[in-house]
């Protein structure tokens, strides 16, 4: 007998086996063809995709598009054509959680340390049970949670009236989830740009967190708190074009399937998100 629960978890599982698959993969240039290899095995070969013009995505199932810029990012990143280069550096790791691993430019992945500096173009992967804290600059701090792969694209300085702050920062989070702290005293924010799969979002003197494919949980960004003005805007820029997200607190979804700018009227719907694991309030501290 057909039994439509039956036939929609299947459906739905092989939907998000499909994403991961995707999501989780690292990306290879050889030649003029795209490679997605998992578990050094290579699971998908788009052929002659860098020959002539290429398109401009790939569509994954069953809501998420790679853009090209976002693809050629990943192959910088993890193609084994790649030499190893001196990067910037660009965070500390101030704490970590059960185990998560770095991938460097050019070299093998190895273990996290805590108190270990990243450089520019490392990407972090954590386990099922990890958590990871970054210090971006004096006053962000930057919590990756279980199953995320976010990586450290750039940073820029600004100057000041006494020598040079960390002005701008830009990551790529794949999948997984964050949250930004950015203190409500100290030194000006940086402005950090933190692309997705799903659109590419802009903040400063806020805090907020974002979760994209984070298993069966819904993609979304929670605004916690916002300096009043513009340094407290968060921005999304996606297909629809560039979007100034509700005043917090507040839930933005990310895919569009629910109402935009659900008010967060009390903390306890946080925890219906994942990321909110990630709230000093809520995880033990180390």
């Given at each position: 007998?057909?039994?439509?629960?039956?036939?929609?978890?299947?459906?739905?599982?092989?939907?998000?086996?499909?994403?991961?698959?995707?999501?989780?993969?690292?990306?290879?240039r050889i030649d003029e063809d795209l490679m997605l290899v998992q578990g050094g095995q290579p699971i998908h070969t788009f052929h002659d995709y860098f020959k002539d013009r290429r398109p401009e995505d790939i569509e994954v199932?069953?809501?998420?598009?790679?853009?090209?810029?976002?693809?050629?990012?990943?192959?910088?990143?993890?193609?084994?054509?790649?030499?190893?280069?001196?990067?910037?550096?660009?965070?500390?790791?101030?704490?970590?959680?059960?185990?998560?691993?770095?991938?460097?430019?050019?070299?093998?992945?190895?273990?996290?340390?805590?108190?270990?500096?990243?450089?520019?173009?490392?990407?972090?992967?954590?386990?099922?049970?990890?958590?990871?804290?970054?210090?971006?600059?004096?006053?962000?701090?930057?919590?990756?949670?279980?199953?995320?792969?976010?990586?450290?694209?750039?940073?820029?300085?600004?100057?000041?009236?006494?020598?040079?702050?960390?002005?701008?920062?830009?990551?790529?989070?794949?999948?997984?989830?964050?949250?930004?702290?950015?203190?409500?005293?100290?030194?000006?924010?940086?402005?950090?740009?933190?692309?997705?799969?799903?659109?590419?979002?802009?903040?400063?003197?806020?805090?907020?967190?974002?979760?994209?494919?984070?298993?069966?949980?819904?993609?979304?960004?929670?605004?916690?708190?916002?300096?009043?003005?513009?340094?407290?805007?968060?921005?999304?820029?996606?297909?629809?074009?560039?979007?100034?997200?509700?005043?917090?607190?507040?839930?933005?979804?990310?895919?569009?399937?629910?109402?935009?700018?659900?008010?967060?009227?009390?903390?306890?719907?946080?925890?219906?998100?994942?990321?909110?694991?990630?709230?000093?309030?809520?995880?033990?501290?180390?």
């Amino acid at each position: 007998m057909f039994d439509p629960f039956v036939h929609q978890s299947e459906a739905l599982e092989g939907a998000l086996a499909a994403r991961d698959r995707f999501l989780r993969a690292d990306y290879l240039r050889i030649d003029e063809d795209l490679m997605l290899v998992q578990g050094g095995q290579p699971i998908h070969t788009f052929h002659d995709y860098f020959k002539d013009r290429r398109p401009e995505d790939i569509e994954v199932p069953p809501d998420y598009r790679l853009p090209a810029a976002l693809i050629e990012d990943m192959v910088l990143t993890t193609s084994a054509l790649n030499r190893a280069q001196a990067g910037d550096p660009m965070a500390e790791i101030a704490a970590i959680e059960n185990a998560a691993i770095c991938k460097r430019i050019g070299e093998t992945r190895t273990p996290l340390r805590n108190g270990q500096l990243l450089q520019t173009g490392d990407l972090i992967e954590t386990g099922a049970f990890s958590i990871v804290e970054l210090v971006l600059a004096t006053s962000l701090k930057l919590c990756i949670g279980p199953m995320s792969r976010l990586r450290l694209d750039r940073r820029s300085l600004a100057p000041t009236g006494t020598g040079l702050r960390v002005g701008s920062i830009e990551l790529t989070l794949m999948t997984g989830s964050v949250v930004s702290l950015a203190s409500p005293t100290g030194a000006p924010p940086a402005v950090v740009t933190l692309r997705t799969p799903l659109g590419w979002l802009s903040w400063s003197d806020a805090t907020m967190g974002a979760q994209i494919a984070a298993g069966d949980e819904p993609d979304t960004v929670g605004i916690i708190r916002q300096a009043s003005g513009p340094t407290g805007a968060v921005t999304l820029v996606n297909d629809s074009g560039t979007q100034v997200l509700p005043v917090g607190p507040c839930i933005v979804p990310l895919n569009g399937h629910r109402e935009f700018g659900r008010p967060l009227r009390d903390l306890g719907m946080l925890d219906d998100y994942g990321f909110a694991a990630l709230l000093p309030s809520r995880r033990v501290r180390y």
